[in-house]
T-cell receptor, first 109, second 114 residues
Framework: QQPVQSPQAVILREGEDAVINCSSS?????VHWYRQKHGEAPVFLMI?????EQKGHEKISASFNEKKQQSSLYLTASQLSYSGTYFC??????????FGTGTRLTIIP | DAGVIQSPRHEVTEMGQEVTLRCKPI?????LFWYRQTMMRGLELLIY????????DSGMPEDRFSAKMPNASFSTLKIQPSEPRDSAVYFC????????????FGPGTRLTVT
């Protein structure tokens, strides 16, 4: 039931764009995105509810395709501060989050 | 306002010993979550509370693990007896809207069982 994230890791130069995908084998009520820097706690980015909405947070946005049971996180014009591991957390309707395998993002100058 | 507070930050203990991890959620938050993070299994939900009541403990690995929330400002996760495979980072998180809301994570407790 753990959602699958892709890619597992990506290296970008500052200013480049990235897409991180999260796929579930079960129907989703909502998808949550978090970022965790090395040695620190996960930090909330955004929540997407079923309905195919798209949300944005500065240069980070996300979409949720309920039918495909997928969500994607878009990072545009990446900055050094975007480095970290990104996790999607899926809610199957029981208010419990099941976190994905994580995507390690490295931004180089 | 202080965030979620966890103690201790690091714990090293020998196999068979009892370990107690502590958490103080953000004031006013009505939901509290305990997670465990390892390289092999990732970030796993162990148990969560709503208004101090345990709602779902299906993630608790076995009877050696127990959690309590005696009041709105304090929770403990106890492992007795501890085993080397319990070594992990344990996070506590709190939320205003249960599992549907933004969760604020504490700094975590790094547990090493030798």
């Amino acid at each position: 039931q753990q959602p699958v994230q892709s890619p597992q890791a990506v290296i970008l130069r500052e200013g480049e764009d990235a897409v991180i995908n999260c796929s579930s084998s079960k129907a989703l009520y909502s998808v949550h995105w978090y970022r965790q820097k090395h040695g620190e706690a996960p930090v909330f980015l955004m929540i997407l509810l079923k309905g195919g909405e798209q949300k944005g947070h500065e240069k980070i946005s996300a979409s949720f395709n309920e039918k495909k049971q997928q969500s994607s996180l878009y990072l545009t014009a990446s900055q050094l501060s975007y480095s970290g591991t990104y996790f999607c957390g899926t809610d199957f309707g029981n208010e419990k989050l099941t976190f994905g395998t994580g995507t390690r993002l490295t931004i180089i100058p | 306002d202080a965030g979620v507070i966890q103690s201790p930050r690091h714990e090293v203990t020998e196999m068979g010993q009892e370990v107690t991890l502590r958490c103080k959620p953000i004031s006013g938050h009505n939901s509290l979550f305990w997670y465990r993070q390892t390289m092999m299994r990732g970030l796993e939900l162990l148990i969560y509370f709503n208004n101090n009541v345990p709602i779902d403990d299906s993630g608790m690995p076995e009877d050696r693990f127990s959690a309590k929330m005696p009041n709105a400002s304090f929770s403990t996760l106890k492992i007795q007896p501890s085993e080397p495979r319990d070594s992990a980072v344990y996070f506590c998180a709190s939320s205003l809207k249960g599992g549907r809301g933004e969760q604020y994570f504490g700094p975590g407790t790094r547990l090493t069982v030798t």
